[in-house]
């Protein structure tokens, strides 16, 4: 079976060497979720792990007062469950589905852990994943401390228009508020600097990427560097 039979969009998956797919093929479970819906939980223990095919999972940190702040977007570049690879069991984040509804190949913990076990090429393929995630959340602090908000709004749509179906994207002043943390008025002040720029079109709860190229460009350096690494480590797109 080639890759392109598996079932799966998941650039991960189709990654794996036969042997290594055929470890896992046989304790994977397709499964949906709606905007909101939780993914993961934090502080609670990591049953399984699940391979995006299609959505957005945004990583939420909280802070007292249940305020809670995106560090990170996965899609189906990478899976989450993550912390399983670095010996914990139990989630550091809530991961919630984004903007779109999604479905992933859910895994049980315990399948995966056998895995590893028997397979370090495995193992390879998947922290090289987690290593570009590290990579995204720290150029997601980095920006925060040094970027206006523009830039780093410019940012956020780029992640997200990654990791959908089309250029018409469901962002809300709260998603942007979560990924931003600042107030309502300067997520439309932001938003009317980029429409002036013509990288975009706002509406009610709804962004329209015009020019991906203009958003490039006003994002600058807090957007590529993950991305290009993954190309590098897993020689995908």
């Known amino acids: 079976m080639g890759a392109q039979d598996r079932g799966t969009s998941n650039r991960l998956l189709l990654q794996l060497a036969e042997a290594d797919w055929a470890l896992l093929a046989p304790h994977l479970e397709r499964v949906s979720f709606a905007v909101w819906d939780d993914i993961a939980r934090a502080g609670e223990r990591i049953a399984s792990v699940c391979f995006l095919n299609d959505g957005i999972a945004g990583i939420l940190d909280a802070l007292e007062g249940d305020r809670r702040y995106a560090v990170a977007l996965v899609g189906a570049e990478g899976f989450i469950g993550w912390p ?3 010996g914990d069991d139990r989630s550091p984040y809530d991961v919630t589905m984004r903007a779109e509804h999604g479905e992933a190949l859910r895994l ?5 852990l056998s895995a590893l076990e028997v397979s370090a090429g495995l193992r390879s393929v998947l922290l090289r994943f987690v290593q570009t995630l590290m990579l995204q959340m720290g150029r997601t602090i980095v920006s925060s401390l040094a970027h206006p908000i523009e830039r780093r709004m410019a940012r956020w749509i780029l992640l997200y228009h990654d990791r959908v179906r089309e250029d018409d994207i469901c962002m809300t002043h709260e998603e ?3 990924m931003l943390g600042v107030r309502r008025s300067s997520v439309t002040d932001a938003l009317h600097r980029l429409e002036e720029e013509q990288a975009i ?3 009610r709860g709804r962004v329209v990427v015009r020019d991906r190229g203009k958003l490039m460009q006003l994002a600058g350096d807090t957007y590529g560097h993950a991305e290009q690494e993954y190309r590098r480590l897993l020689g995908t797109r």
């Open 84 to 86: 399983l690879l670095l």
């Open 108 to 112: 049980p913990a315990a399948a995966l």
């Open 176 to 178: 942007f508020r979560l």
């Open 201 to 203: 079109r706002a509406f």
